[in-house]
């Protein structure tokens, strides 16, 4: 672990402010929609694309790319990476912009991924986009959830082949998204009892 000292604790406030941007709702100025009021009330991605498919990739590379920024900025070793990048996903789940609201943190978490281990990326990236598709055909109660929440767990799992140690980093994130995501599986949980 890297010694903590004022310049890190800078840094790492940092990261958190750039991390609590609110890309969603940068997203939809103009259209006149509060994207906290809107479907699901989620400042995130995967809301944002109830409304537009373009609008969501604007968030999608936003969200992503403040996952990825604060590491370019100070990362000096994969342990940092790991502290600012989790500063970010912590930023982007409780923006001061919004309250202390926020989105559940898959885009942003995959931004910190895509710059720590690139190569694990896109076999999930892979998983996310197939159980996306069988979601909306099979009409899967929160398939975005489901699809996200797979293909982190796969990036887990291919972390743990390369280093335990990195990879109990990425079960800790894990939770903390999957901890966002509770009300997710309330619905999941939900529907699978109405049948």
């Known amino acids: 672990m890297p010694e903590f000292t004022p310049t890190l604790a800078l840094q790492i406030v940092i990261s958190f402010c750039l991390g609590s941007s609110p890309f969603a709702v940068i997203a939809m100025w103009g259209t ?13 991605f995967n809301n944002v694309l109830r409304y537009s498919k373009w609008r969501s990739i604007f968030c999608l590379i936003g969200d992503a790319g403040k996952g990825v ?3 370019v900025l100070f990362a000096t070793s994969e342990v940092t990476g790991w502290i600012f990048g989790m500063a ?3 930023g982007h789940c409780f923006s001061p912009f919004l309250k202390f609201n926020g989105g559940k943190g898959i885009a942003t978490s995959a931004g910190v991924m895509l710059y720590l281990y690139p190569k694990a990326l896109l076999p999930c990236v892979g998983l996310y986009i197939v159980l996306r598709l069988i979601g909306g ?7 975005g959830t489901i699809a996200s929440l797979s293909a982190s767990v796969l990036f887990v799992v291919l972390l743990f082949l390369q280093s335990t140690q990195m990879a109990l980093l990425g079960v800790l994130l894990l939770a903390f998204v999957a901890w966002r ?3 997710n599986f309330q619905t999941i949980a ?4 109405s049948h």
């Open 32 to 44: 006149g929609i509060d994207i906290l009021k809107y479907g699901s009330g989620n400042p995130g």
């Open 69 to 71: 920024l604060p590491m």
């Open 88 to 90: 970010a996903v912590i």
């Open 137 to 143: 055909k099979l009409k899967w109660t929160e398939r």
């Open 190 to 193: 939900a529907g699978a009892g």
């Open 181 to 183: 995501h509770k009300k």
